[in-house]
């Protein structure tokens, strides 16, 4: 006996009623956070779970058509297997800035996000109902049948839709004024919707032609003093967890002994490496940064190189986003290069050859760029030594929803009690060379990282919605003896002050005194045009909004 044959529409309302139901556990609990169920609410709730498949069902019609059904349906489910897992699990929402952020990372940190939880997922979510979908016989009828099916489910459905939002208005009236954003989380129309406005930004018209700017830049001569600055780009650190800032531990020990100078007032440009690590050297703030007009312009790094300093990018991440491209860039993740591997390569072995470096370059200026590994989540546990396990018990896995918050917590502070050793190496390497340069380090983080705050795990939140443990992010100044110590009080009698990424292209040019049009005092740190302005910033500035310059400047 034949089995019946189903119709398209058959499996395009099952496979939209499936994924409601299964795929949207984050989203359903973050409504219900707001709406908990109740009597009172429970017709509300029952129309936003039949209005999420009606979405559903009017993105399937619009994209399947006779064999394309099948096939798409099919990745439709294991891609939002896939993007459940990470909502569910570190409540991650994939917008544009994630995407990128994605296609950017490198593959061994994609492998640190895997444990056997995602194949759970991606076999109940993904591949049983798809071998469903694909072994259910489907009949195809001619064009025109199959039209009239298709406008017919359309028209029901979106008239299912407007009855619900008119019968529970005053519901909906509420639900899209206070918490649209919550429409965010659905799946995986969000993030079908996302992909399609980064593939629009990232592929229309030709390629941007790059545009040379700092074209004038020069150091004035003659320049008695040779710079040698290390600039350490850290990962995923947030300021709250560094006993510097007042946090309760002691993860500082080794800087606490050094005359630093700790900013604890810092708003990061995004809350991803694709994007805060190109925006920190930007010359375009964050209001107005974007990645593809960035690639296609001049960085700090290739104003420095035209004013003629010697610039040496060394990496111990997945890459410099594109910020090294026209310097000297080593790649320190692989035991090749690195002589501190066991088995992961550590932070520590990008100073190994350095001094031959510098010997290399017996004249000019000097900056080195330390790119870290640092915090780099979820699998802390990896990111340090085991001598550098001083807060106990940790978490021994990259699925942190299996540890307790104090695991993840003390796993996470033992990750900045090694980039404390490692920053006070970077000092005790540059008091070497105090009698020859004038040595500095700069260390700030690209972005923060949420602990469980909220359900919240990991980074790359939009950042209007972003938590502040995502965007505070530590600033740590160390000066040599070639500095003048009053200049030095008075950038420590500002550390409390907000500051952010905005500053840190006209500080790096400041720090070597590169004279250009596009260096803008009032935005340098170690610039006395900051200090004076830093009073009315703070009156103006709360502590997640970064500068708003072009404001500010109005009432200069």
């Given at each position: 006996?034949?089995?019946?044959?189903?119709?398209?529409?058959?499996?395009?309302?099952?496979?939209?009623?499936?994924?409601a139901?299964?795929?949207?556990?984050?989203f359903?609990?973050?409504?219900?956070?707001?709406?908990?169920?109740?009597?009172?609410?429970?017709?509300?709730?029952?129309?936003?779970?039949?209005?999420?498949?009606?979405?559903l069902?009017?993105?399937?019609?619009?994209?399947?058509?006779?064999?394309?059904?099948?096939?798409?349906?099919?990745?439709?489910?294991?891609?939002?297997s896939?993007?459940?897992?990470?909502?569910?699990?570190?409540?991650?929402?994939?917008?544009?800035?994630?995407?990128?952020?994605?296609?950017?990372?490198?593959?061994?940190?994609?492998?640190?996000?895997?444990?056997?939880?995602?194949?759970?997922?991606?076999?109940f979510?993904?591949?049983?109902?798809?071998?469903?979908?694909?072994?259910?016989?489907?009949a195809?009828?001619?064009?025109?049948?199959?039209?009239?099916?298709?406008?017919?489910?359309?028209a029901?459905?979106?008239?299912?839709?407007?009855?619900?939002?008119?019968?529970?208005?005053d519901?909906?009236?509420?639900?899209?004024?206070?918490?649209?954003?919550?429409?965010?989380?659905?799946?995986?129309t969000?993030?079908?919707?996302?992909?399609?406005?980064?593939?629009?930004?990232?592929?229309?018209?030709?390629?941007?032609?790059?545009?040379?700017?700092?074209?004038?830049?020069?150091?004035?001569?003659?320049?008695?003093?040779?710079?040698?600055?290390?600039?350490?780009?850290?990962?995923?650190?947030?300021?709250?967890?560094?006993?510097?800032n007042?946090?309760?531990?002691?993860?500082?020990?080794?800087?606490?002994q050094?005359?630093?100078?700790?900013?604890?007032?810092?708003?990061?440009?995004?809350?991803?490496?694709?994007?805060?690590?190109?925006?920190?050297?930007?010359?375009?703030?964050?209001?107005?940064?974007?990645?593809?007009?960035?690639?296609?312009?001049?960085?700090?790094?290739?104003?420095?190189?035209?004013?003629?300093?010697?610039?040496?990018?060394?990496?111990?991440?997945?890459?410099?986003?594109?910020?090294?491209?026209?310097?000297?860039?080593?790649?320190?993740?692989?035991?090749?290069?690195?002589?501190?591997?066991?088995?992961?390569?550590?932070?520590?072995?990008?100073?190994?050859?350095l001094?031959?470096?510098?010997?290399?370059?017996?004249?000019?200026?000097?900056?080195?760029?330390?790119?870290?590994?640092?915090?780099?989540?979820?699998?802390?546990?990896?990111?340090?030594?085991?001598?550098?396990?001083?807060?106990?018990?940790?978490?021994?896995?990259?699925?942190?929803?299996?540890?307790?918050?104090?695991?993840?917590?003390?796993?996470?502070?033992?990750?900045?009690?090694?980039?404390?050793?490692?920053?006070?190496?970077?000092?005790?390497f540059?008091?070497?060379?105090?009698?020859?340069f004038?040595?500095?380090?700069?260390?700030?983080?690209?972005?923060?990282?949420?602990?469980?705050?909220?359900?919240?795990?990991?980074?790359?939140?939009?950042?209007?919605?972003?938590?502040k443990?995502?965007?505070?992010?530590?600033?740590?100044?160390?000066?040599?003896?070639?500095?003048?110590?009053?200049?030095?009080?008075?950038?420590?009698?500002?550390?409390?002050?907000?500051?952010?990424?905005?500053?840190?292209?006209?500080?790096?040019?400041?720090?070597f005194?590169?004279?250009?049009?596009?260096?803008?005092?009032?935005?340098?740190?170690?610039?006395?045009?900051?200090?004076?302005?830093?009073?009315?910033?703070?009156?103006?500035?709360?502590?997640?909004?970064?500068?708003?310059?072009?404001e500010?400047?109005?009432?200069?």
């Amino acid at each position: 006996m034949m089995k019946k044959a189903a119709s398209n529409i058959t499996l395009i309302i099952g496979v939209a009623l499936y994924l409601a139901a299964l795929a949207n556990l984050t989203f359903f609990r973050k409504l219900l956070d707001i709406y908990p169920l109740s009597l009172e609410h429970l017709p509300f709730l029952i129309s936003v779970f039949i209005g999420l498949v009606i979405v559903l069902i009017l993105l399937f019609s619009a994209l399947c058509h006779q064999w394309l059904v099948k096939p798409i349906l099919i990745a439709a489910l294991l891609l939002s297997s896939v993007l459940a897992y990470f909502m569910d699990q570190y409540g991650i929402l994939v917008d544009e800035t994630m995407i990128e952020n994605s296609l950017k990372t490198d593959p061994r940190e994609v492998a640190d996000l895997f444990n056997p939880l995602l194949l759970v997922y991606i076999l109940f979510i993904g591949i049983l109902p798809g071998l469903i979908v694909a072994k259910i016989p489907v009949a195809y009828p001619g064009h025109w049948k199959e039209t009239t099916a298709r406008l017919k489910l359309v028209a029901a459905s979106l008239a299912l839709f407007v009855a619900m939002i008119w019968s529970l208005s005053d519901y909906y009236a509420s639900f899209f004024r206070a918490h649209k954003k919550l429409t965010m989380f659905t799946n995986p129309t969000f993030a079908l919707y996302s992909a399609g406005v980064y593939a629009s930004r990232s592929f229309h018209g030709n390629a941007l032609a790059f545009q040379e700017i700092g074209n004038d830049a020069h150091i004035p001569q003659p320049d008695p003093d040779r710079e040698l600055i290390i600039f350490v780009v850290g990962e995923t650190a947030r300021a709250a967890n560094f006993s510097l800032n007042g946090y309760h531990r002691l993860t500082n020990p080794r800087l606490a002994q050094e005359k630093v100078i700790s900013f604890s007032n810092v708003s990061s440009c995004g809350t991803s490496t694709a994007v805060s690590v190109p925006c920190m050297f930007s010359i375009d703030g964050r209001r107005t940064f974007d990645s593809k007009i960035s690639a296609a312009k001049s960085n700090a790094l290739d104003i420095l190189k035209k004013a003629g300093v010697n610039i040496l990018w060394r990496d111990n991440n997945s890459s410099s986003k594109g910020v090294a491209d026209r310097v000297r860039y080593e790649d320190f993740r692989f035991p090749s290069r690195n002589p501190v591997c066991d088995p992961e390569c550590r932070d520590i072995g990008m100073l190994a050859g350095l001094d031959d470096y510098i010997a290399a370059h017996p004249t000019g200026d000097i900056l080195i760029v330390l790119h870290q590994m640092g915090s780099h989540g979820p699998a802390y546990y990896k990111r340090y030594p085991k001598r550098f396990k001083v807060f106990t018990p940790t978490c021994e896995t990259n699925k942190l929803s299996d540890c307790s918050r104090e695991e993840v917590v003390n796993t996470y502070d033992n990750t900045i009690l090694y980039t404390d050793y490692f920053l006070a190496e970077v000092i005790r390497f540059l008091k070497r060379y105090d009698e020859s340069f004038k040595t500095a380090m700069i260390y700030v983080s690209d972005h923060g990282e949420s602990l469980g705050e909220k359900g919240l795990y990991l980074h790359g939140y939009p950042y209007f919605l972003a938590p502040k443990e995502q965007t505070h992010v530590p600033l740590i100044m160390w000066f040599g003896q070639g500095y003048d110590p009053e200049a030095l009080r008075k950038i420590s009698d500002i550390r409390n002050r907000p500051v952010s990424h905005d500053n840190l292209f006209s500080t790096l040019l400041g720090l070597f005194g590169v004279r250009t049009k596009v260096y803008d005092p009032k935005l340098d740190l170690l610039n006395p045009s900051f200090h004076d302005g830093a009073d009315k910033m703070r009156r103006r500035i709360t502590q997640r909004e970064p500068i708003d310059h072009d404001e500010e400047r109005k009432y200069e």
